[in-house]
Protein backbone atom coordinates (compact mmCIF):
# COMPACT_ATOMS: atom_id res chain seq x y z
CA UNK A 1 0.00 0.00 0.00
CA UNK A 2 1.65 3.31 -0.81
CA UNK A 3 0.06 7.06 -1.57
CA UNK A 4 0.45 8.69 -4.80
CA UNK A 5 3.09 11.30 -5.36
CA UNK A 6 2.51 12.02 -9.39
CA UNK A 7 -0.17 12.13 -11.72
CA UNK A 8 0.25 11.54 -15.04
CA UNK A 9 -2.29 13.31 -17.95
CA UNK A 10 -3.64 12.84 -20.41
CA UNK A 11 -1.21 12.26 -24.06
CA UNK A 12 -1.20 14.29 -26.63
CA UNK A 13 -3.58 13.93 -29.48
CA UNK A 14 -2.88 12.37 -32.62
CA UNK A 15 -3.03 15.14 -35.17
CA UNK A 16 -5.33 12.06 -37.54
CA UNK A 17 -7.37 11.04 -34.80
CA UNK A 18 -11.30 11.42 -34.71
CA UNK A 19 -13.96 11.38 -32.56
CA UNK A 20 -13.95 7.42 -31.58
CA UNK A 21 -10.66 7.52 -30.13
CA UNK A 22 -11.62 9.34 -27.47
CA UNK A 23 -14.05 7.47 -25.80
CA UNK A 24 -18.29 6.96 -25.85
CA UNK A 25 -19.68 8.45 -22.54
CA UNK A 26 -23.19 6.88 -21.56
CA UNK A 27 -24.88 9.10 -19.01
CA UNK A 28 -27.96 8.03 -17.05
CA UNK A 29 -29.32 10.39 -14.78
CA UNK A 30 -32.32 13.17 -13.98
CA UNK A 31 -35.82 12.92 -13.37
CA UNK A 32 -38.72 15.21 -13.07
CA UNK A 33 -37.54 18.51 -11.46
CA UNK A 34 -33.92 17.31 -11.68
CA UNK A 35 -32.82 17.09 -15.16
CA UNK A 36 -29.80 19.82 -14.52
CA UNK A 37 -27.36 17.27 -12.32
CA UNK A 38 -27.88 14.76 -16.05
CA UNK A 39 -27.08 18.19 -17.75
CA UNK A 40 -24.13 19.14 -15.69
CA UNK A 41 -22.63 15.87 -16.20
CA UNK A 42 -22.97 15.73 -19.61
CA UNK A 43 -21.54 19.02 -20.03
CA UNK A 44 -18.10 18.37 -17.84
CA UNK A 45 -17.53 14.91 -19.92
CA UNK A 46 -17.86 17.07 -23.16
CA UNK A 47 -15.62 19.72 -22.04
CA UNK A 48 -13.28 16.85 -20.90
CA UNK A 49 -12.48 15.44 -24.17
CA UNK A 50 -14.98 12.56 -24.55
CA UNK A 51 -15.55 11.91 -28.06
CA UNK A 52 -19.04 11.45 -28.05
CA UNK A 53 -21.82 11.81 -25.07
CA UNK A 54 -24.81 9.85 -24.91
CA UNK A 55 -27.10 10.99 -22.04
CA UNK A 56 -30.06 9.08 -21.16
CA UNK A 57 -33.04 10.39 -19.08
CA UNK A 58 -36.71 9.76 -18.07
CA UNK A 59 -38.99 10.82 -21.21
CA UNK A 60 -40.80 13.75 -19.10
CA UNK A 61 -37.35 15.61 -18.91
CA UNK A 62 -35.43 14.69 -22.13
CA UNK A 63 -36.51 17.44 -24.12
CA UNK A 64 -35.33 19.59 -21.53
CA UNK A 65 -32.19 18.05 -21.36
CA UNK A 66 -32.15 17.83 -25.08
CA UNK A 67 -32.27 21.29 -25.68
CA UNK A 68 -29.78 22.39 -22.48
CA UNK A 69 -26.96 20.67 -24.81
CA UNK A 70 -27.06 20.29 -28.37
CA UNK A 71 -23.60 18.43 -28.77
CA UNK A 72 -24.10 15.17 -26.65
CA UNK A 73 -27.11 12.45 -28.16
CA UNK A 74 -30.14 12.46 -26.00
CA UNK A 75 -32.63 9.49 -25.72
CA UNK A 76 -35.78 9.50 -23.52
CA UNK A 77 -36.49 6.65 -21.01
CA UNK A 78 -39.67 4.99 -19.44
CA UNK A 79 -40.53 6.79 -16.55
CA UNK A 80 -42.69 5.94 -13.50
CA UNK A 81 -45.48 8.16 -12.16
CA UNK A 82 -42.82 10.04 -10.17
CA UNK A 83 -40.92 11.08 -13.38
CA UNK A 84 -38.22 8.73 -12.19
CA UNK A 85 -36.46 6.17 -14.47
CA UNK A 86 -38.87 2.75 -14.65
CA UNK A 87 -37.49 -0.78 -14.56
CA UNK A 88 -39.14 -0.86 -17.79
CA UNK A 89 -35.94 0.91 -19.26
CA UNK A 90 -33.22 -1.98 -18.55
CA UNK A 91 -33.38 -3.50 -22.13
CA UNK A 92 -33.38 -0.12 -24.03
CA UNK A 93 -30.16 0.56 -21.69
CA UNK A 94 -28.27 -2.82 -21.79
CA UNK A 95 -28.42 -2.27 -25.49
CA UNK A 96 -26.90 1.46 -25.55
CA UNK A 97 -24.25 -0.16 -23.33
CA UNK A 98 -22.71 -2.33 -26.00
CA UNK A 99 -22.02 0.83 -27.65
CA UNK A 100 -20.07 2.82 -24.81
CA UNK A 101 -17.07 2.66 -23.38
CA UNK A 102 -17.56 4.09 -19.92
CA UNK A 103 -21.20 4.29 -17.70
CA UNK A 104 -21.95 6.68 -15.22
CA UNK A 105 -25.15 6.91 -13.25
CA UNK A 106 -26.63 8.67 -10.77
CA UNK A 107 -27.17 12.77 -10.60
CA UNK A 108 -30.36 13.43 -10.24
CA UNK A 109 -31.97 9.92 -10.68
CA UNK A 110 -33.74 9.95 -7.10
CA UNK A 111 -34.47 6.34 -5.44
CA UNK A 112 -36.85 3.50 -5.99
CA UNK A 113 -36.86 0.12 -5.92
CA UNK A 114 -36.73 0.07 -9.73
CA UNK A 115 -33.90 2.55 -10.52
CA UNK A 116 -32.19 -0.37 -7.88
CA UNK A 117 -32.88 -2.99 -10.36
CA UNK A 118 -31.30 -0.94 -12.80
CA UNK A 119 -28.42 -0.49 -10.97
CA UNK A 120 -28.23 -4.59 -10.19
CA UNK A 121 -28.25 -4.59 -13.98
CA UNK A 122 -25.40 -2.41 -14.35
CA UNK A 123 -23.31 -3.52 -11.75
CA UNK A 124 -23.15 -7.28 -13.18
CA UNK A 125 -22.43 -6.16 -16.57
CA UNK A 126 -18.64 -7.93 -16.86
CA UNK A 127 -16.20 -5.48 -16.80
CA UNK A 128 -18.18 -2.88 -18.09
CA UNK A 129 -16.71 0.67 -16.54
CA UNK A 130 -19.34 1.91 -14.41
CA UNK A 131 -19.40 5.18 -12.23
CA UNK A 132 -21.94 5.55 -9.83
CA UNK A 133 -22.43 8.88 -8.15
CA UNK A 134 -25.23 10.49 -6.00
CA UNK A 135 -28.42 9.27 -5.68
CA UNK A 136 -26.75 6.02 -7.78
CA UNK A 137 -24.81 5.32 -4.49
CA UNK A 138 -27.90 5.73 -2.16
CA UNK A 139 -29.70 2.69 -4.57
CA UNK A 140 -27.05 0.86 -4.77
CA UNK A 141 -26.93 0.97 -0.91
CA UNK A 142 -30.36 -0.29 -0.70
CA UNK A 143 -29.25 -3.38 -2.26
CA UNK A 144 -28.07 -6.78 0.11
CA UNK A 145 -24.45 -8.00 -0.95
CA UNK A 146 -24.48 -5.50 -4.12
CA UNK A 147 -20.34 -6.25 -3.65
CA UNK A 148 -20.87 -9.87 -4.15
CA UNK A 149 -23.00 -9.10 -7.57
CA UNK A 150 -19.83 -7.22 -8.67
CA UNK A 151 -18.59 -8.14 -11.98
CA UNK A 152 -18.42 -4.77 -13.97
CA UNK A 153 -15.19 -2.35 -13.12
CA UNK A 154 -17.24 0.40 -10.29
CA UNK A 155 -16.00 3.61 -9.45
CA UNK A 156 -18.32 4.60 -6.37
CA UNK A 157 -17.77 8.93 -5.93
CA UNK A 158 -19.79 9.45 -2.10
CA UNK A 159 -19.88 12.79 0.07
CA UNK A 160 -19.22 11.48 3.76
CA UNK A 161 -23.34 10.91 3.78
CA UNK A 162 -23.25 8.62 1.36
CA UNK A 163 -20.25 6.61 2.14
CA UNK A 164 -22.00 6.00 5.89
CA UNK A 165 -24.98 4.58 3.83
CA UNK A 166 -22.42 2.62 1.95
CA UNK A 167 -20.78 1.11 4.68
CA UNK A 168 -23.63 0.47 6.86
CA UNK A 169 -25.02 -2.03 3.43
CA UNK A 170 -21.94 -3.78 3.95
CA UNK A 171 -22.46 -7.00 6.88
CA UNK A 172 -19.62 -6.82 9.45
CA UNK A 173 -17.86 -3.87 7.81
CA UNK A 174 -16.12 -1.61 10.49
CA UNK A 175 -15.80 2.33 9.51
CA UNK A 176 -13.16 3.95 10.92
CA UNK A 177 -12.54 7.89 11.55
CA UNK A 178 -9.77 8.47 9.47
CA UNK A 179 -10.72 8.97 5.96
CA UNK A 180 -7.11 7.66 3.89
CA UNK A 181 -8.27 4.21 6.00
CA UNK A 182 -11.61 4.31 5.60
CA UNK A 183 -11.30 4.86 1.67
CA UNK A 184 -8.83 1.87 1.29
CA UNK A 185 -10.74 -0.65 3.66
CA UNK A 186 -13.98 0.70 1.56
CA UNK A 187 -11.53 -0.83 -1.81
CA UNK A 188 -10.55 -3.83 -0.14
CA UNK A 189 -13.95 -4.80 1.04
CA UNK A 190 -15.76 -4.26 -1.59
CA UNK A 191 -13.39 -4.29 -5.50
CA UNK A 192 -14.15 -0.71 -6.04
CA UNK A 193 -12.52 2.37 -6.58
CA UNK A 194 -13.58 4.35 -3.87
CA UNK A 195 -13.53 8.34 -4.39
CA UNK A 196 -14.09 9.59 -0.98
CA UNK A 197 -15.09 13.01 -1.37
CA UNK A 198 -14.80 16.20 1.07
CA UNK A 199 -11.64 18.58 1.70
CA UNK A 200 -8.74 16.86 0.16
CA UNK A 201 -10.68 14.09 -1.23
CA UNK A 202 -9.29 10.73 -0.93
CA UNK A 203 -8.80 7.88 -4.11
CA UNK A 204 -8.43 4.61 -3.50
CA UNK A 205 -7.79 1.68 -5.33
CA UNK A 206 -7.18 -0.76 -2.35
CA UNK A 207 -3.51 -1.02 -2.96
CA UNK A 208 -2.93 2.59 -3.75
CA UNK A 209 -4.88 5.72 -2.65
CA UNK A 210 -4.45 9.80 -3.46
CA UNK A 211 -5.41 12.59 -1.32
CA UNK A 212 -6.06 15.32 -3.71
CA UNK A 213 -4.90 18.75 -2.48
CA UNK A 214 -6.98 20.98 -5.53
CA UNK A 215 -10.28 22.64 -4.63
CA UNK A 216 -12.23 25.06 -2.15
CA UNK A 217 -14.88 25.82 -0.21
CA UNK A 218 -16.59 27.40 -2.91
CA UNK A 219 -17.14 23.86 -4.78
CA UNK A 220 -19.50 23.33 -2.22
CA UNK A 221 -22.69 23.95 -3.97
CA UNK A 222 -25.23 21.93 -5.69
CA UNK A 223 -24.28 19.88 -9.36
CA UNK A 224 -20.52 20.33 -8.25
CA UNK A 225 -20.65 16.52 -7.67
CA UNK A 226 -22.07 16.32 -10.84
CA UNK A 227 -19.12 17.72 -12.96
CA UNK A 228 -16.88 15.74 -11.31
CA UNK A 229 -18.59 12.85 -12.24
CA UNK A 230 -18.58 14.06 -16.23
CA UNK A 231 -15.14 14.55 -16.18
CA UNK A 232 -14.25 11.30 -14.89
CA UNK A 233 -16.54 9.46 -17.31
CA UNK A 234 -14.28 11.20 -19.98
CA UNK A 235 -11.25 10.67 -18.52
CA UNK A 236 -11.44 7.12 -18.10
CA UNK A 237 -13.08 6.65 -21.35
CA UNK A 238 -9.81 8.24 -23.18
CA UNK A 239 -7.97 6.30 -21.20
CA UNK A 240 -9.04 2.67 -22.24
CA UNK A 241 -8.54 4.20 -25.29
CA UNK A 242 -4.81 5.11 -25.10
CA UNK A 243 -3.77 2.59 -23.23
CA UNK A 244 -5.32 -0.39 -23.68
CA UNK A 245 -2.17 -2.85 -22.57
CA UNK A 246 -2.98 -1.69 -18.44
CA UNK A 247 -5.40 -3.22 -16.64
CA UNK A 248 -8.71 -1.16 -16.41
CA UNK A 249 -8.77 -1.93 -12.08
CA UNK A 250 -5.70 0.66 -13.02
CA UNK A 251 -6.97 2.33 -15.21
CA UNK A 252 -10.60 3.02 -13.49
CA UNK A 253 -7.72 4.42 -10.74
CA UNK A 254 -5.60 6.53 -12.72
CA UNK A 255 -8.91 8.31 -14.22
CA UNK A 256 -10.38 8.79 -10.80
CA UNK A 257 -6.98 10.31 -9.17
CA UNK A 258 -6.83 12.63 -12.76
CA UNK A 259 -10.34 14.05 -12.74
CA UNK A 260 -10.07 15.17 -8.88
CA UNK A 261 -7.17 17.09 -9.34
CA UNK A 262 -8.73 18.79 -12.99
CA UNK A 263 -12.02 19.52 -11.17
CA UNK A 264 -9.91 21.17 -7.90
CA UNK A 265 -7.95 23.32 -10.48
CA UNK A 266 -10.91 24.21 -12.43
CA UNK A 267 -12.61 25.01 -9.17
CA UNK A 268 -9.81 27.05 -7.75
CA UNK A 269 -9.43 28.71 -10.97
CA UNK A 270 -13.16 29.90 -10.85
CA UNK A 271 -12.65 31.18 -7.24
CA UNK A 272 -10.06 33.09 -8.40
CA UNK A 273 -12.38 34.99 -10.66
CA UNK A 274 -15.59 34.74 -9.04
CA UNK A 275 -14.81 34.61 -4.90
CA UNK A 276 -15.85 31.18 -2.87
CA UNK A 277 -18.87 32.70 -2.43
CA UNK A 278 -20.58 33.29 -5.80
CA UNK A 279 -18.97 30.37 -7.62
CA UNK A 280 -21.41 28.00 -9.43
CA UNK A 281 -21.04 24.55 -10.68
CA UNK A 282 -21.25 25.90 -14.42
CA UNK A 283 -18.22 27.92 -13.31
CA UNK A 284 -16.33 24.87 -12.68
CA UNK A 285 -17.15 23.44 -16.39
CA UNK A 286 -16.48 27.17 -17.83
CA UNK A 287 -12.81 26.75 -15.96
CA UNK A 288 -12.26 22.72 -17.13
CA UNK A 289 -10.20 24.04 -20.86
CA UNK A 290 -8.08 25.92 -18.40
CA UNK A 291 -7.70 23.98 -16.52
CA UNK A 292 -6.90 20.82 -19.02
CA UNK A 293 -4.69 23.54 -20.93
CA UNK A 294 -2.58 23.54 -17.23
CA UNK A 295 -2.18 19.93 -17.45
CA UNK A 296 -1.10 19.15 -20.84
CA UNK A 297 2.92 18.53 -19.90
CA UNK A 298 1.64 14.89 -19.23
CA UNK A 299 2.43 14.97 -15.60
CA UNK A 300 2.77 16.56 -12.14
CA UNK A 301 4.95 15.85 -8.84
CA UNK A 302 2.79 16.55 -5.94
Known amino acids: MGKIETLTFLPPRDRNAYK ?5 VLIIG ?3 GMSGAAILTAKAALRSGAGLVELLCPDCVWQIAAAAEPCCMCRPLPDDHNGMISDKAIDYIRERINSADVVAIGPGIGCSEQLEEIICSLITFDQMPVI ?12 NDWPDMLSANVIVTPHPGEMQ ?13 DREDLAIEFSNATGAV ?3 KGASTVVSCGEDYYVNKTGNPGMATGGSGDVLTGI ?3 IFAQLMLAEPEISSQETAFKSAMMATYIHGLAGDMAAGKFGEVS ?10 PEAF ?8 TL
Open 20 to 24: NNFGR
Open 30 to 32: GSM
Open 132 to 143: IDADGLNNLAAI
Open 165 to 177: RLCKSIPEFETVA
Open 194 to 196: TVL
Open 232 to 234: MAA
Open 279 to 288: MTAMDIIDNL
Open 293 to 300: KSCSKGSL
